[in-house]
């Protein structure tokens, strides 16, 4: 497979859509980002690095942070997470409180808000110090040592993070948080306001297409977990779009408010795509229907 030739097609094809959508506005230091940018990387397993347009620029990860802090707690506590967050999709906004309440405090998934908190109070229990674990691991696998937070994104989502420290301070009281909430929510605004590039995540995120083993050829995951990232990714990774996703797109896929979504095609590649417009459910306008058009010109996915 040419991936360099798809990936110059797709860009090519995408092109009337960059800058469609709106910039996430809710978190004031990602309103100021330029909509006009587009990028993307594939990552085979083999090691091959292609990429298009904008590959190497720093965008803010925000909710793909989830994906790996998921991996993180699983490869260390295997099963027992499922205790304290379910795995269906939620069906409604990523920063839902109602849904919460009548199912006593355990989140849907761990994909919204809710969900990725418990895995953070989670791995903040497990390591000592969530954010700087997965930052270490960001790292080590995308074999880039300047990858930071952004200190700037993290003060910003605390100053206007009322609805996520209402999710924590629901769960706490329903006995679902092991920290303090105040240090939760620290190291989850942190862990969201990593700064990374399509190149970084794709190769960040290579463990999920090698079945679980990380970039020295060491095991993250077992299989059978590697695949269950996955199918937890396809089914609830794109907020309340995660259906049309999975029509359109056909591969596990997270995104994030910052613009950027990482896909999967397990055994194959890990592929990353970015671009700030957001549609109204928050998935980039550009990166859906690149990633659309990726899977349609390769015939790839997983069905
Ligand atoms: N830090 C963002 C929040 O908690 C993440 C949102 C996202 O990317 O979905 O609101």
Redesign the pocket.
Known sequence: MDYQAVLEEVAAQVRPQIGCGQV?Q??PALASVAPEQFGMAVVDVEGGVHGVGDWEVPFSV???S?TFTLALVLARDGEKIWQRVGREPSGNP??SLVQLEYEHGIPRNPFI?AG?LVITDRLQSLTGDASSTLLEFLRTESGNPDLGFNPAVAAS?TDN?D??AALAHFMAAYDNLENLVPSVLEH??WQ??VEMSCRDLALAGRFLARHGLRADGSRLLARSEAKQVNAVMLTCGT?DAAGDFAYRVGLPGK????GGIIAVIPGRCTLCVWSPGLDER?NSVAGVAALDRFTTLTGLSVF
């Not at 995104?255 to 910052?258: F, I, K, L, M, P």
């Open positions: 996430a809710y978190i925000q909710s793909i989830k990523f920063n808000n990725a989502e993070g609805r996520n989850y605004f969201c306001s907020y995104s994030g408010v910052g928050g």
